[in-house]
């Protein structure tokens, strides 16, 4: 038995006014196919590519081991030059990834390659940051902590993305005082037995391809796989609501602190207590 998911929206190219009647207010995912064919990056942007501009740059690496209390808050697992990252990219299926990592800022050539759209979001004018990862590694479901409305857009291969609203998260074990589900939750062969709620999850799924752009509106729950190496790009824009922007601004200056310091103080305790509460919350529901 699979999740309940359906394909989210595709079109190949959309106006301002559509898009934001069609998908910002009605906060509705949708992937744009066509938006990057005029940007350098739609062109340029390949591994290869990052290799020759960005290869001698030490960057953070990230896998899939679950939280532990001795780790800080997104603290990174490994680093190494990006160049040997691209060649072990390139090599063979790894679950080491990069994000939270400034590479625009490092390399500012980058920042020539693409094109802040004009689409009905005010977007952040903040520089990007990219993802990368390689064949087979897995972003865990989680939303993110500011709540943005995320233009996410993919280059170098295909990138699997499977969304849940903010409505489904009373089925999908939430994590308290966490962005995150349970992180023993495999969402590709979800066990039914140990998670029954699942069942009632219904979510939404797509592959971006080269250059495509999922837009995810704020508070989305999002699970990504890379099917092959590759690399995203995000662009952000501040909740619309404000009961969201409250939210937001609760989890960056009170929950991640509250979080991170019952970790010193109670070990791996506060991670155990964590995701057993995750399965009596959602079991009460």
């Excluded at 340029?44 to 740059?57: Q, S, V």
């Excluded at 966490?178 to 797509?206: M, S, V, W």
């Excluded at 009961?243 to 989890?251: G, H």
């Amino acid at each position: 038995m699979k999740l309940n998911l359906t394909e989210i929206e595709r079109v190949e190219t959309i106006s301002k006014e559509d898009f934001y009647t069609q998908y910002i207010k009605k906060q509705k995912p949708v992937v744009i196919q066509k938006l990057t064919q005029d940007w350098p990056a739609y062109e340029k942007w390949n591994l290869n590519y990052i290799k020759t501009i960005a290869g001698d740059k030490i960057v953070p690496l990230y896998d899939d081991r679950p939280v532990s209390h001795k780790d800080g808050f997104n603290a990174a697992h490994a680093s190494m030059k990006m160049a040997d990252y691209i060649d072990l990219l390139q090599s063979k299926p790894t679950n080491y990834r990069i994000f939270l990592y400034e590479l625009m800022k490092e390399v500012p050539i980058l920042q020539n390659d693409f094109k802040w759209p004009n689409i009905g979001l005010r977007l952040v004018k903040q520089l990007p940051m990219l993802f990368f990862g390689g064949e087979n590694s897995k972003v865990f479901m989680h939303y993110d902590i500011d709540y943005s409305n995320i233009l996410h857009f993919h280059f170098h291969g295909k990138k699997q993305c499977m969304l849940f609203a903010p409505d489904q998260t009373p089925y999908l074990y939430k994590v308290p005082h966490a962005l995150i589900t349970r992180e023993d939750i495999d969402f590709d062969n979800p066990d039914f037995e140990k998670f029954p709620a699942l069942k009632k999850a219904q979510g939404l799924i797509t592959t971006l391809n080269h250059g495509e752009m999922l837009y995810m509106p704020e508070g989305y729950w999002h699970y990504m796989k890379y099917q092959t190496p590759g690399f995203s790009m995000s662009l952000r824009a501040f909740p619309r609501r404000i009961s969201n922007l409250s939210k937001a601004v609760y989890n960056v200056f009170i929950m991640r602190y509250f979080d991170t310091a019952m970790r010193k103080i109670k070990g791996q305790a506060w991670i155990d207590y964590k995701n057993k509460k995750a399965l009596k919350d959602t079991e009460k529901i």
